[in-house]
T-cell receptor
Framework: AQSVTQLDSQVPVFEEAPVELRCNYS??????LFWYVQYPNQGLQLLLK??????LVKGINGFEAEFNKSQTSFHLRKPSVHISDTAEYFC????????????FGDGTTLTVKP | NAGVTQTPKFRILKIGQSMTLQCTQD?????MYWYRQDPGMGLKLIYY???????DKGEVPNGYNVSRSTTEDFPLRLELAAPSQTSVYFC??????????????FGPGTRLTVT
């Protein structure tokens, strides 16, 4: 079984400041890792994904994440946030061999203040 | 492409009533999923399907049923609605390209209240 822990439920930050949203996972098998973003009253949309290869993954809207196998982490970062980045962010892990079922973390609410 | 569409957007049910949440995708995806999202929580998998005619239970299947007669449609049936089923329901789909990746594409959600 796999699990995902998002270490911060809420992250307030000022506009143009850097931000890191932390995600740890546990799994006994190889996994894929994802970050999704959910804007108010909308469904989730993919921000970025790690499948294999380079551990630094770049996504949309200037976000990037780094896969750290030894620490079983997949933290999301952005060097300079905008008001429009205010949203809920979900980390997810999928078992490579089990029908694509994803386990989602409980989410981190990023609030960007002017 | 419309992507993943869900109907209705909102619904209020009385305790004991039944309803079907509709989900359709036009991306020819093999995999489809139903999740519920309670306030301040992540997504809990209710049911999923790996293809037409094949469904399986997720983490929280009690009180729900699904069917998958076509690739495009994956309706979720609520029987005997209970207040505990008040939630936002998301349908999603994913596919296997030349190398599987399982990223999911989500619908806009159905906000259900049971009173």
């Amino acid at each position: 079984a796999q699990s995902v822990t998002q270490l911060d439920s809420q992250v307030p930050v000022f506009e143009e400041a850097p931000v890191e949203l932390r995600c740890n996972y546990s799994s006994s098998v190889s996994v894929y890792l994802f970050w999704y973003v959910q804007y108010p009253n909308q469904g989730l949309q993919l921000l970025l994904k790690y499948l294999s290869g380079s551990t630094l993954v770049k996504g949309i809207n200037g976000f990037e994440a780094e896969f750290n196998k030894s620490q079983t982490s997949f933290h999301l970062r952005k060097p300079s946030v905008h008001i429009s980045d205010t949203a809920e962010y979900f980390c997810a892990v999928s078992d490579r061999g089990n029908a694509g079922k994803s386990t989602f973390g409980d989410g981190t609410t990023l609030t960007v203040k002017p | 492409n419309a992507g993943v569409t869900q109907t209705p957007k909102f619904r209020i049910l009385k305790i004991g009533q039944s309803m079907t949440l509709q989900c359709t995708q036009d991306m020819n995806h093999n995999y489809m999923y139903w999740y519920r999202q309670d306030p301040g929580m992540g997504l809990k998998l209710i049911y999923y399907s790996v293809g037409a005619g094949i469904t399986d239970k997720g983490e929280v299947p009690n009180g729900y049923n699904v069917s998958r007669s076509t690739t495009e449609d994956f309706p979720l049936r609520l029987e005997l609605a209970a207040p505990s089923q008040t939630s936002v329901y998301f349908c999603a789909s994913s596919y296997r390209p030349t190398g599987p990746s399982y990223e999911q594409y989500f619908g806009p959600g159905t906000r259900l209240t049971v009173t």
